[in-house]
Structures are given as C-alpha cells and as structure tokens.
C-alpha cells in the first residue's frame, strides 16, 4: 500500500487573530448607536483619522515602500509610528506586501489582484490566507539599516493596545473639561479607535480593490490599476492610483491641480518647515528649473 504524504498546509494561527479583530472591531465600530457622538468625539475622530491616514499614505507607503521623498531618521519613525496606529500591520510587513504588489501586479503572486482572485479577497480575504503571512520580507532589506523601524515591526501590536486606554482615558479627561459637551471614555474610544479604524481600513483596502476596478485610466499602464476621485477624497491622495503605477515613485499621486491629494500638501507643508526634503516628482511634472 503506497504511503500517503501529508500535503497539508498548516494554516497560520495569525488569519485567525485577523478575522476575528475584523469582526469585533466591526462590531465594536457599530456601537457608536449607542454611544452616540459629540462635538469632541467628532473632532477625535478627525484628527486620528488624519494622524493615523498620513501614517500610512505618507509614512508606510510614499516614504518607506517607494522612498519617494526623504527626512530624518525621527520623522521617519513618527510616520511609522502613527501608521502602526491604523492596525494595518507593522511597517516591514507592511512594506513587503506592497512592493510585491508593485513588483507582481494582477499575475497570479500579488495575492490582492481583483482580477486574479476576486473582489472580497482584493479587498480584504487576503489578510486571512496563508499567503500574506508567508512573506519572507526579502523585498525589505534595505529597511532593516534602520532598528527601531524593526522595532516597530516587532511591537507594534503594543501601539495599537496602548491606544485603548488612551483613548478612553482621553474621553474621561474631555469629559471632566468639558462636561457639558456630552462625551465619555467609552464615546471617544467607539469613535478614535475602533470607529476611526474600520473607515481608515476600507479607505486604504479600496487603493487594492476598487482602485484596479472602477475609474478613470489616464495611463495605458500593463496593469488595470484606475485613478477613482472618491478614493483618493476618502484616502488621501492614494485613489490616483493609476497615477501612481505609472510613476511609483513619485512623493506627488494627484498629478494636476484637479486631482485632489491631501498627502501630497501635506508633504508639501512639511517641506515649507524644512521636515522633510528631495519630494520625488516625474520628469515632465517638476517645476521649471528642477531636473
Ligand atoms: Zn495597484
Ligand atoms: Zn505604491
């Protein structure tokens, strides 16, 4: 009698914690029917949603996956350090994915096409496959120069537990300054945290789905990757994606004035202060007198 192989694939233990954070944060999202909202919850929602939106957009993607524009070794590790606050992973990881995405796009490697594997796992399913937790990073080597990057790979789940009690005790705080404002610990935390998370995280999973879906092309790019106008509204300039597979590596996704791209004024501030520098344009999009 022949012996039978095992061809089992043991399945990550890590699919689970993601599905399961999925669906409690989801859920946990929803309560804010009964927390209700304030004038301060509203303005916490806001702001960590652009601290922890920039984070990704500027931090994990235009800086460390495309190295589009360059800074100093402290802001570079802010930026990194409110992306670890978005729960989208550590920025290694991160990083990997997407230039593997960049590397791969729509074959059957790049493990988010919509064209290859369908629109759910575009989106989202392919956090809860074996695939993306194979990734051996080798596409980030020239990242590991720098150790409190991998730090934060390490511990980044750390940031992301800290920020529970930290949002609700900052609900408690706005609570006891401005009582009549209506807010508490549990209002702030549904609305910071866990609210302020599940938008952020279909803002960016929509750069992988609809984004190589639904648009416009203005590029004939070997990929079907589209510039979406609400995309780019909702995730800071990253919807010009279509933009953005032509010139990765540009610091700029919204090439004309009409193409909105929140990152890219952003970036663009933070050059006025003299914070970062070297803002990475195309050839034909540089201002007269830069080569
Ligand atoms: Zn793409
Ligand atoms: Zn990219």
Sequence with gaps: MAELTDTTVKTSPQIYVVG???ILFHIAALGVFYTGVSTPALIVLAVSYFV???GITAGYHRLLAHRSFQTSRFVQFLFAFAGCQAF????????????SHHRHTETHEDIHSPRTK?????????????????EKGANTRDLHKFPEIKFLQRYYVWVI?????????LGVLLNMLFPEAGTSGLQILVCGFFLCTVLLWHATFMVNSVCHMWGSRGYETEDTSTNNLFVAAVALGEGWHNNHHQ???SSRHGLHWYQIDLTWYLL??????GLVSNLKLPKEFRPAGEN
């Design 20 to 22: 399961v954070a999925f």
């Design 52 to 54: 922890r939106g920039f």
């Design 88 to 99: 989208q992973g550590g920025p290694l990881w991160w990083v990997a994915h997407h230039r």
């Design 118 to 134: 369908g629109l759910w796992q575009s989106h989202m399913g392919w956090m809860m496959h074996n695939e993306a937790f194979n």
């Design 161 to 169: 537990l800290g920020e529970i009690p930290a949002f609700y005790g």
């Design 247 to 249: 010139y990765p590596l």
């Design 268 to 273: 663009r501030t933070l050059k006025f202060f």
